[in-house]
């Protein structure tokens, strides 16, 4: 009996049908790596949905520029600086501050306002004939006329600062904070998923399921955003629901209705 009893490693491998190992982890539950793996497959594709300060690169840039030009061009006062040997830089040209106020209220205004499709040319139309009647008032002309005495002058350092803090907060919340959650697409399935794990996913079967993109915003998809997009996805038998400031969403779209098509091709296979 003792002799009969230890079971050597050529038998075990000869009756492979009937030795089962445990898998790995506490209680047979998969590893964390191989559930890690299992998020980061190839054929899957992963949309981050962005928020409106995506949009707000433009200003960061802009502020660069004209830091720049006033390093560059600038003027210096010696009674507004610190120490005799130093000197408070500002642009000789009252413009360049204005430009700077306009975009920051542009980008605010048209990262937050909605005008698909042709509702953004009915938007510029509209604003053009605003801007004709007001010239149509009596006494505009003069009004206007007070424009060039507007000075408005900021120096170097409020360039730098202002462009340096919104830098650091543009991508500690487009690069960190966005993409805390996603949407993960794969053949057959879409699932929301969270990096901590702290809020409850949602899964969706993409059978019969219809990715619909909603027409562009000019300012804030094509001017601001250059290539972003809204999406509104339709499960069979779920509730909608929409995915916003994509970033390059045509080529998204692609490989969304991609791995839609896929799981039906792959279910006609098994009919």
């Known amino acids: ?116 499709g042709v509702y953004s040319f009915m938007l510029i139309l509209v604003a053009a004939a605003l801007l004709w009647g007001i010239m149509k008032i009596p006494g505009a002309e003069a009004a206007f006329a007070w424009l060039p005495l507007l000075r408005v002058h900021l120096n170097l350092a409020f360039y730098l600062t202002f462009s340096i803090l919104l830098l650091l907060i543009w991508t500690c919340v487009i690069v960190l904070v966005d993409h805390f959650s996603w949407w993960r697409f794969s053949p057959g399935q879409v699932v929301e998923e969270h990096l901590f794990g702290q809020a409850t996913e949602h899964a969706y079967n993409t059978e019969m399921m219809v990715v619909k993109r909603l027409p562009d915003d000019l300012f804030r998809h094509r001017i601001l955003g250059l290539g972003t997009g809204d999406f509104m996805i339709k499960p069979a038998h779920e509730s909608p629901f929409e995915i916003h400031n994509v970033w390059r969403a045509r080529r998204k779209q692609r490989r969304m209705e991609a791995m839609i098509a896929k799981r039906v091709m792959e279910t006609d296979r098994a009919d």
């Open 1 to 116: 009996m003792a002799l009969n009893a230890p079971v050597t490693a050529a038998h075990d491998a000869a009756k492979g049908d009937e030795v089962h190992r445990a898998p790995p982890g506490p209680a047979g539950t998969p590893a964390p790596r191989r559930r890690w793996f299992a998020r980061h497959r190839g054929d899957d594709l992963r949309i981050y949905q962005h928020s409106n300060l995506f949009y707000w690169w433009v200003i960061w840039v802009y502020g660069f520029f004209c830091a720049g030009l006033t390093y560059v061009q600038g003027i210096g006062v010696r009674e507004l600086a610190s120490g005799a040997e130093k000197v408070v830089l500002f642009h000789p040209s009252p413009w360049l501050g204005i430009s700077f106020i306009l975009l920051i209220l542009f980008v605010a205004v048209f990262s937050n306002v909605r005008a698909r």
